[in-house]
């Protein structure tokens, strides 16, 4: 094999290894002060990544706004954002006389068109909201209590201005890559705040009329009884879509209008009868394109003395918070964890527009706009496309026969994403600047409103983590579903978890009532170190945490809820390059039925050993904690992400608490690194299938025993020895891959890197104890350095900082120009070829309707990743992936049935975060199962005597025996044809009994044929067969 059949590869980034901060991790801990700069090391990648991977999708963004969805979804939004909008800043409007309705549209307008037209995520509502309100007001009342007061625009404009600056700033330095510690703890605080908020404002709303009616007019008491009326008009309307009344498009129409009809009904109520004599107040409008006082809209902050302009800055920097947890926030929730999205998003880039059009804001005086809570969520729920789901098939026909049709249920199965909803929302509020449109705006009474703030406020609460949890602990306990993942958590540990968010939420809710509202986005952001920092120093269990809390969004599509990976968010600690462009990029489509899933892992941390960098033979060593900690965690996300019933990518029919051995098929290498494999793949089964107390038996004198450990499954783990199968360890003892690696190293590439990288090499002896310092012995030095980084003190406090990941770059060339070639049969894809398939097996087994596989598993060294990535096309598409996977990392291939063909999905978790998606084959989405099949097929070895033929062995892993077979085989055709290999010819005698023989074999068969196609009879049946005959000539 010569060495230029190995694929080569260019230098990659060092992110191949990126780490998580948190803990357990292959970097040693405290190894996070000295990487931080690290952060920095791409500056305005973030943003480009967002922008090349948003791109492609930018024309089908408005293509597939042909659906239907979008026209409901725009007519809820408009009525959801706009009105609450302007109902905020009617204490705005009306205590600072700056502001009017005129910027309220303005604003919404101006955010909804720049998202639309150049927002990476344009799902995401911005607009004017409570908080921003609150903020501008208190600003406004600080500086009507100082006698030298600026112009308050003025001083506005400023303090958007420094806001911008940061916002620009953050997105440039990727400082979006902190939402990683944002999860569902901060999230479902801050939502149940905002859920608050407006109903205190629905109340003020009400409370307003009342005290400024010194005459005790019925206005206020009219106001009152819309505002019930709105509230439980819209209420009945969602209760009538869930009951089994009307059709389904009915319902679905309820569902989709009944919150706009409600208003529209419930404000022509007021003008029916003696409503109408009350003279409810309605809402407060000016002059079309006016704004408010008839200022002009540009307004000139610069003119202001610069003793103010310095001022101004601390109050950018806390709106910076604000906007910087808010808007985020509302992005992560538009693209939540229950919505299956298809399509990248793109904070950096996101946030960088947010600058933009908070900058807008202070020079044309408008309430800056930023990401809306629960509009955000509200819009792409409004976007799901749904299918009708029927129950689980019985066994019995006649049970089957006669299914409850209200046991079918719905469930989500694309979001139709698309930029027109958001855009035609933002057209309607400069429809509604026009003359005519302000006057019927202006016949909507206040009352109404609040009903609206009421409606909005309680609908967001009843979906709201900290509801939900505090109804699960008033319920019933006899009437709570078996399944529910708040059972495994111990009811104090659960009380005490909520009790701290409410303790996040009353802080947030106090300040607001002060003076000292100004700093409560300060509170609202102190609510992310408070749960990464504090929480789990108050005695949760790592599983109580997974069920409590979470991630807020998915990775990229249908993840299950509890997750969300942080290179989706660009969230790259090394290198920041190539964030988004790791994602899958698919277009919408339907995600189909999840059969099941083949998983594929590395084991975990380890104690350091030594491998032949010729032969690749290995030397023994052993798990450590740490990385039985990290294997236990990666089967804990499997559990969560695939068994857990309410993850949208729960596996239907597996079980979730006692495990199915006819559903899950578990392999594990017990060849290289020796029992480290095997131990992880232990670990991850205890993860993914935990001690369970209804693992039990009954004796026959009537005792119960629970399984030893509080109910520890044992589930079967197939070892595979490399001396027995070939398919984990294709290159063990393979000679063509042993002449291959050698002559990678004697190519002229190889050369090069030495020269290249001679001067680091030769700085590594004083660290090394004494191995041999070459790039052949590249991935041993590596793993060295990375094993004592992780274990041994002294030796991380004196090596460099960079020489580990420098190293780790190092490594992952050497690994992939071993492991990989150009060609898809090259032998540098040994690897991979020896275990695809098994892999194809596996997937086959899984979409067969008849086989009950549903989890199949397979525990490997990192080499098979290498080859796998580049036989499948995804190194190539994912040059970060062109190296060696971290320790736990996992592949998770999802089979699916989506038309009358199952497909694949290959997702990857690279020791840390969550699965994000990735592209096979090149193709865009999921690749059919066939398809993949087709394309790796003609370099498979099916065989061990495939096996054989590739490596050129004859003696080990069973080519002696099949050499023995060959050879016995040959010398029995030789004795069998006299020994002597020559043709020996027939006798006269024998050539004549053979010719008669022939001849005679000849007739009979002709004389067959012609009895069978009736040209012949015997005996006295002819004139039947004639009938026969005539009978069958009729029937043709």
């Not at 003020?204 to 009884?225: E, F, H, K, M, Y």
């Not at 460099?800 to 992952?812: G, I, K, V, W």
């Not at 009979?1004 to 049946?1021: D, K, S």
């Not at 009938?1027 to 043709?1036: D, F, P, Q, Y």
């Amino acid at each position: 094999m010569s060495s230029s059949e190995l694929s080569r590869r260019t230098s990659t980034p060092a992110a191949e290894e990126e780490q998580d901060a948190s803990r357990p991790s292959t970097i040693h801990p405290r190894a996070t002060p000295k990487t931080r700069s690290r952060w920095f090391c791409r500056v305005g990648s973030g943003v480009l990544s967002d922008i090349r991977a948003r791109a492609p999708f930018y024309v089908s963004d408005w293509l597939d706004a042909w659906n239907y969805r979008v026209v409901p979804a725009t007519a809820l939004i408009f009525f959801a954002n706009v009105l609450p909008g302007i109902a905020f800043s009617l204490d705005l409007i009306e205590t600072t006389a700056e502001y009017g309705v005129s910027e309220v549209l303005m604003s919404s307008f101006m955010a909804a068109f720049i998202f639309s037209f150049f927002g990476a995520q344009p799902l995401t509502i911005a607009g004017v909201t409570g908080p921003i309100t609150v903020f501008n007001k208190t600003i406004y009342d600080i500086l009507q209590k100082r006698a030298d007061a600026p112009v308050y625009l003025h001083f506005i404009g400023w303090v958007y201005l420094w806001a911008a600056i940061m916002h620009w700033i953050t997105a440039v330095l990727n400082f979006c890559n902190l939402l990683k510690y944002v999860t569902l703890f901060p999230c479902d605080t801050f939502g149940f705040y905002v859920a608050w908020v407006y109903l205190q404002y629905g109340v003020q709303v009400i409370t307003r009329q009342l005290n400024a009616d010194v005459q005790n007019a019925p206005g206020p008491l009219v106001s009152i009884i819309l505002a019930l009326l709105m509230l439980v008009t819209a209420f009945l309307f969602q209760y009538a879509s869930t009951q089994p009344y009307f059709y389904r498009h009915a319902r679905r129409f309820l569902a989709d209008y009944g919150m706009p009809i409600s208003l529209i009904a419930t404000s022509a109520m007021a003008y029916w009868g003696r409503f109408n004599a009350a003279n409810a107040p309605t809402l407060p409008v000016g002059g079309a394109f006016q704004a408010a006082g008839g200022r002009q809209w540009l307004v000139k902050f610069w003119e202001m003395d610069g003793k103010w302009v310095g001022i101004a800055f601390p109050f950018g920097f806390v709106l910076w918070v604000l906007f910087f947890f808010d808007h985020n926030v509302s992005s992560l929730m538009a693209q939540g964890a229950e919505f299956p999205l298809r399509k990248p998003p793109g904070f950096h880039w996101d946030f960088f527009l947010l600058g933009i059009t908070t900058f807008i804001a202070g020079l044309v005086g408008l309430p800056a706009p930023n990401g809306l809570i629960p509009q955000a969520p509200i819009h792409t729920t409004s976007l799901l496309i749904m299918k009708h789901i029927p129950p689980e098939k019985d066994e019995d026909a006649e049970k089957q026969a006669h299914l409850d049709p209200r046991d079918y249920t719905e469930r989500p199965i694309a979001v139709v994403e698309q930029r027109v909803s958001n855009l035609a929302q933002g057209a309607l509020c400069l429809v509604l600047l026009t003359g005519p449109f302000l006057h019927v705006l202006s016949l909507i009474p206040r009352g109404v409103l609040a009903g609206l703030f009421w409606y909005m406020g309680v609908n967001a609460l009843q979906g709201n983590g900290i509801t939900l949890k505090l109804l699960y602990f008033l319920r019933d306990r006899k009437l709570t579903l078996p399944n529910d993942p708040l059972r495994k958590v111990r009811r104090g540990h659960l009380l005490l978890f909520v009790a701290v968010q409410l303790v996040g939420f009353g802080a947030t809710f106090a300040i607001t009532q002060t003076t000292a509202a100004i700093g409560f986005p300060v509170v609202i952001m102190l609510l992310v170190p408070l749960r990464v920092w504090g929480v789990p120093r108050l005695g949760f269990t790592p599983e109580e945490l997974a069920i409590l809390d979470g991630p807020t969004a998915s990775p990229f599509v249908s993840i299950a809820p509890f997750k969300i990976f942080l290179s989706e968010l660009n969230c790259v600690l090394v290198d920041d390059g190539v964030g988004t462009q790791q994602k899958s990029t698919f277009a919408m489509a339907t995600d189909g039925t999840l059969l099941g899933v083949l998983v594929l892992t590395r084991h975990g941390d380890r104690q350091g050993f030594y491998q032949d960098p010729k032969t690749y033979a290995v030397t023994g060593t052993t798990i450590t904690p740490l990385g039985t900690q990290q294997t236990y965690q990666l089967g804990s996300l499997l559990r969560a992400r695939y068994l857990n019933a309410s993850s949208p990518l729960n596996i239907a029919g597996m079980n979730d608490t006692l495990v199915d051995q006819n559903q899950i098929h578990v392999r594990a290498d017990a060849g290289g690194e020796l029992g480290v494999i095997y131990d992880s793949a232990v670990a991850v089964l205890q993860g993914l299938y935990p001690a369970n107390r209804s693992y039990n038996t009954s004796l026959a004198n009537g005792t119960d025993v629970t399984g030893a450990l509080g109910g520890y499954q044992y589930i079967p783990i197939e070892s595979v020895e490399p001396t027995n199968d070939v398919s984990l360890e294709g290159y063990t003892l393979c000679g063509a891959f042993n002449d291959a690696t050698t002559a990678f190293y004697a190519s002229p590439e190889f050369a090069a890197k030495k020269t290249e990288t001679a001067d680091f090499l030769a700085k590594l002896p004083q660290y090394l104890d004494g191995r041999p310092v070459t790039l052949e012995n590249m991935y041993n030095i590596f793993d060295f350095m990375n094993v004592q980084s992780i274990h041994n003190a002294a030796f991380f406090d004196a090596l460099p900082p960079t020489y580990l990941e420098q190293a780790r770059h190092l490594a992952n060339w050497h690994e992939y120009g071993v492991f990989t070639s150009s060609s898809l049969s090259g032998i540098g894809n040994i690897a991979g070829r020896a275990i695809l398939p098994g892999i194809l097996s596996n997937l086959r087994s899984i979409a067969n309707a008849s086989d009950p596989l549903k989890f199949a598993y397979q525990s490997l060294a990192y080499k098979p990743f290498l080859s796998l990535f580049n036989m499948t096309g995804v190194a190539q598409a994912y040059p970060d992936l062109a190296g060696m996977v971290n320790y736990a990392a996992a592949v998770a291939i999802e089979v699916r049935q989506s038309g009358d063909e199952p497909t694949v999905r290959l997702n990857f978790r690279n020791g840390t975060g969550d699965f994000v998606t990735y592209n096979l084959l090149g193709a865009s989405g999921d690749v059919k199962l066939s398809e993949l099949a087709a394309h790796v097929s003609p370099a498979l070895i099916n065989t061990t005597a495939q096996w054989c033929s590739a490596c050129d062995n004859s003696q080990d892993r069973g080519c002696g025996a099949l050499t023995q077979a060959a050879a016995a085989a040959l010398a029995s055709a030789d004795a069998s044809s006299g020994g002597g290999g020559s043709h020996q010819p027939i006798s006269p005698v024998g050539a004549g009994f053979l010719g008669a023989g022939l001849t005679l074999a000849v007739l009979l068969a002709m004389f067959g044929v012609l009895v069978f196609l009736g040209m012949l009879t015997i005996g006295r049946g002819s004139k039947k067969g004639h009938k026969g005959s005539i009978h069958s000539e009729e029937k043709a």
